[in-house]
């Protein structure tokens, strides 16, 4: 029987290169089951752990502040607006659908293009702008498929995010 005060001994002791192979073993797992983890959640934020300051702790998991902001606010306009008045006079929509989009999209290529550095209160206050707008937009493609109101500046907006995050991806890559 092992005396309680005497040290666990499996075997001899490892040397310097078999210490820094296991310790890039465990370093490697550990990094594999961060990225595993950081997967499993990316359904309440889609941003990766080191892009989390652009997100909101819920309950301990990350999620996306700009689209905390966006959804709740742009299904509370649709709802209102397919029951009742629309939160702009109808001869103005277009010019409120598209024009509440420009700052954020602004806010997101400045952004991505590293010419604007991030914060959270300039994304909270142009996605604020924007969801009425996209809530609009829902309403008008819930009350009509295919409207020009929303595929129009979702095309749009979405075609330019996507290029400036692709040409913001390849600048932080260089």
Do not use: K
């Amino acid at each position: 029987m092992r005396n309680v005060d005497q040290p666990l001994s499996d075997g001899p002791a490892m040397d310097d290169e078999s210490e820094r192979r296991f310790a890039s073993a465990v370093a490697e797992i550990e990094a594999r089951e961060s990225e595993r983890s950081a997967g499993r959640a990316m359904w309440h934020a889609h941003h990766w752990p080191e892009e989390y300051d652009r997100c909101t702790m819920v309950r301990g998991r990350p999620v996306c502040r700009r689209c905390l902001t966006l959804y709740p606010i742009a299904l509370v306009v649709a709802v209102v607006s397919l029951l009742g008045p629309a939160p702009w006079p109808a001869a103005y929509d277009l010019w409120f659908i598209w024009g509440l989009c420009a700052p954020a999209t602004i806010d997101f290529v400045g952004e991505q293009l590293m010419l604007l550095r991030y914060s959270a209160r300039r994304q909270v206050i142009t996605t604020a702008l924007l969801a009425p707008a996209l809530g609009q937009g829902f309403a008008h493609e819930l009350d009509d498929s295919w409207s020009w109101e929303f595929w129009g500046p979702v095309l749009t907006f979405c075609t330019i995010w996507f290029f400036a995050a692709l040409a913001g991806r390849n600048l932080r890559n260089r």
